[in-house]
């Protein structure tokens, strides 16, 4: 009878897994199939060994058909309901069950600067013409697991990102791949050193490149927690994973405009989870992933054996694949790959391509990852770049290329040689010159007269300067809408400084949006510092055929898309333009409150990528002034967060190739940008009364439970925390950007 009673304990765990996937509704009579449980493990002593053999296994076939049932029906936030189940396999599981032998770096279990974080040196042994052949590969994660609360639930804290990127680049130095693992709601949303935000665009930042080949695995990617180990060269997904921008609960959160501690509708996550196209088909028909992981019915477990020999047949196949793409003789072997691949096959493959890459392998893999992810959300917009409208486009583009090569890295280069040869000769022959001359000099001295006093000339007395205008100072030809009304307001700081109030007409005019007393800066409209802050008459916009969609067929979106493009007169909310601060011209990218609340998606990260393009090939400073961002744009879903990034690989080559890369924050900035392409940049600063973090004030405060201070994510905190390198007055913005283009980048530039 024992043998009788585990069966129907693991039938229990079944209908509790079930009931747990459909939300505990009585789905299919799942309550009546627990309580016959529950009476035959009462009864089990009333009934013989045939009759309650013969009820087990009526209850079995009941539960298989419901379980192929519910296999079949899957609909999306079910497949995060598989996903967040304590019955799901875990990081611990795979080190234990894919790889033959492994290493914890970095602490094991509590012991540990990150318990979420797990990295592990692991060995893999493949057969090479029939020898066995013991690989070494990192292994990096995010652990949620067993029910072990000082595991977070796989939520990582920024030291834990920071561990990962530690080891990150030890497999760098040893040159042996990286295997990723993507098990994370969402990264914890701290501020304090280094940052959430702030480390995860380090992460990214680096993996841009990354001189090893890199797989990753999504089981459950939230957002930028899973990007901060997400970039890589193959993505594969389990087939009952998901991949969102949000979860569907916070989706539904502000799509039910939910107040806080309020109540989201079911009905409303469910309908959410369908619009974000989180699944793994899903992001496979979007691009986002390369290849899906069939796993189990109703998803893999701890036990599901079966499944982890699949898993390490994938992982061996797509580092070959990744491999293989940097050889030069690379056919007969992929062809191979592929083969095998379409059959099915689980066993491992006896073809030989050997992991270690040389200095040509490695330049082809970075060309071909920066290939990749130049192409992520290609088709999620409308319009293309002006650079690539037909023929002629393209020839003037090359031809840019060519002129700006000759004139800045060629001419300009044996210019700076020969001048520093002409220097080092001067200076030499200077020395041996005074050495021929001192003689001559001595007797010249000695038989000179006495000298004479000079004559006192009267100088003309010069013009008064002080009346001049300062060509630094802002433009006070504009005058913004806001001070067309007749009344006051008053200063949030007038109990603390005592502030008096101010007259509306005067505050949007002479003072610029600032409080007289305290410094405290009112937000203006993003026209105020096109006109203000660079030179009268030099902007020029580019890329403005790009144009914001919805590539997710987002329902209502259409509308709210439509109403921001009319009452704004512009196709997406990021400004992209070329203009001059003091005859020195830049490239700017501006996102801003009026469109969507500056939120990127896939035709603001487009339009980003481009503008770096542009000032890369151009010699010119890049300026990214971010007016406000609301973060990544949910309605886009995946498509969005690859902008993450997708823009950040933009930023890097644009800084690797010597270029000056800026950030200047105002008002509120949050999220995806911040913790990705904005958030790398070595030159970051922000207006005075800004604030700047990864998550707002009700996420943190839901998310950890932890009640902030009101000024947790201000300017001046973001400062003590070394998140950004100063703050500004938005009065001497254009005088600080000019000592900013003097004194910081690289001598490759135009100007220098």
């Known amino acids: 009878m024992k043998e009788l009673l585990k069966k129907l304990q693991k039938i229990e765990e079944r209908i509790n897994y079930l009931c747990q996937l459909k939300d505990y509704s009585n789905w299919g009579n799942l309550n009546g199939y627990k309580e016959t449980c529950e009476h035959l493990k009462k009864t089990v002593y009333d009934h013989s060994r045939e009759l309650f053999d013969r009820e087990i296994q009526k209850l079995d076939e009941s539960i298989r058909f419901l379980e192929e049932r519910a296999e079949e029906q899957l609909t999306p936030m079910e497949r995060v309901r598989i996903v967040r189940s304590p019955q799901r396999f875990s990081l611990k599981d795979i080190l234990e069950n894919v790889y033959e032998d492994y290493t914890e770096l970095g602490g094991e279990d509590d012991a540990n600067i990150d318990p979420a974080m797990i990295c592990a040196k692991a060995t893999l042994v493949r057969k090479i013409k029939g020898r066995p052949y013991t690989a070494t590969v990192m292994v990096i994660g995010q652990e949620s697991g067993h029910g072990e609360e000082f595991r977070n639930g796989g939520s990582c804290r920024p030291e834990g990102n920071e561990k990962a990127l530690r080891y990150m680049q030890v497999a760098e130095t040893e040159g042996i791949p990286i295997h990723f693992y993507i098990f994370t709601p969402g990264s914890y949303p701290v501020e304090e050193y280094p940052g959430a935000a702030q480390q995860i665009a380090r992460n990214i930042y680096a993996m841009t490149k990354l001189r090893v080949p890199m797989i990753s695995i999504i089981s459950e990617g939230g957002s930028g ?47 959410c989870a369908e619009r974000l196209k989180l699944t793994a088909q899903d992001n496979f028909n979007l691009g986002t992933i390369n290849r899906i992981i069939q796993e189990p019915q109703l998803g893999a477990r701890r036990d599901d054996f079966a499944f982890f020999n699949k898993l390490r047949t994938e992982m061996i196949r797509a580092t070959d694949k990744v491999v293989l793409s940097t050889k030069s003789f690379n056919l007969l072997r992929s062809w191979e790959i592929r083969r095998k691949k379409a059959r099915a096959v689980t066993e491992a493959l006896e073809i030989e391509v050997p992991w270690d890459l040389n200095k040509d392998e490695i330049e082809r893999l970075l060309a071909l990852r920066s290939k990749k992810y130049h192409n992520m959300a290609i088709n999620a917009f409308s319009g293309h770049p002006a650079i690539n409208q037909g023929f002629f486009g393209r020839a003037m583009e090359q031809g840019e290329h060519i002129y700006y090569a000759l004139r800045y890295d060629v001419l300009k280069t044996h210019q700076k040689q020969v001048q ?75 109990e603390r400084y005592g502030c008096k109030d101010l007259w509306v007409p005067d505050l949007y005019s002479e003072f610029a949006g600032v409080c007289e007393t305290c410094g405290h800066h009112f937000p203006l409209e993003y026209n105020w510092y096109l006109k203000n802050v660079f030179d009268p008459g030099s902007l020029r916009t580019f890329n403005d055929e790009i144009e914001s969609g919805n590539p997710l067929g987002y329902k209502g979106f259409d509308d709210r898309l439509n109403g921001d493009k009319k009452k704004t007169r512009l196709r997406s909310g990021n400004l992209t333009f070329h ?33 770096c393009a542009i000032a890369k090939r151009k010699k010119r400073p ?10 990544i744009r949910i309605q886009e879903g995946t498509l969005g967060v690859t902008q993450m990034p997708k823009c950040t690989m933009a930023v890097r080559e644009y800084i690797n190739s010597g270029g000056l890369y800026m950030v200047v924050y105002d008002n509120n900035s949050y999220a995806g940008p911040v913790a990705s392409f904005l958030g790398c940049s070595p030159y970051q600063f922000a207006i005075r009364s800004s604030r700047i973090g990864f998550a707002g004030t009700r996420v943190i405060r839901e998310t950890t439970g932890i009640d902030i201070p009101p000024d947790y994510h201000s300017a001046r905190n973001a400062l003590k925390r070394g998140h950004i390198q100063g703050i500004w007055d938005r009065r001497e913005f254009r005088r600080n950007l000019y000592k900013s283009l003097m004194t910081m980048g690289s001598p490759h530039l135009y100007y220098r």
């Open 225 to 271: 927690g899973a990007e901060a180990i997400g970039l890589s060269d193959f993505r594969m997904m389990c087939s009952h994973g998901y991949y969102s921008v949000i979860s569907p609960e916070g989706a539904a959160a502000i799509e039910g405009r939910v107040k806080e501690g309020g109540k989201v509708p079911r009905e409303l996550i469910e309908v």
């Open 420 to 494: 520093k040869v002409i220097k080092d000769v001067s200076g030499e022959s200077s020395i041996l010159w005074q050495r021929l001359t001192s003689p001559i000099k001595t007797v010249r001295n000695f038989l000179a007269k006495p000298e004479q006093q000079p004559r006192v000339r009267i100088q003309p007395p010069r013009p008064d300067l002080t009346t001049a205008q300062d060509p630094l100072e802002i433009n006070s030809t504009y005058i913004s809408p806001l001070a067309s009304e007749d009344r006051t307001v008053t200063c949030p700081n007038h």
């Open 579 to 611: 203009a001059r601060v003091m005859g020195i011209q830049v490239v700017v990218a501006m996102l801003y409150k009026d469109f969507r609340n500056g939120t990127v998606g896939s035709a603001e990260g487009e339009k980003f990528v481009q503008a």
């Open 622 to 631: 890049l300026l990214a002034y971010i007016h406000t961002t609301g973060g």
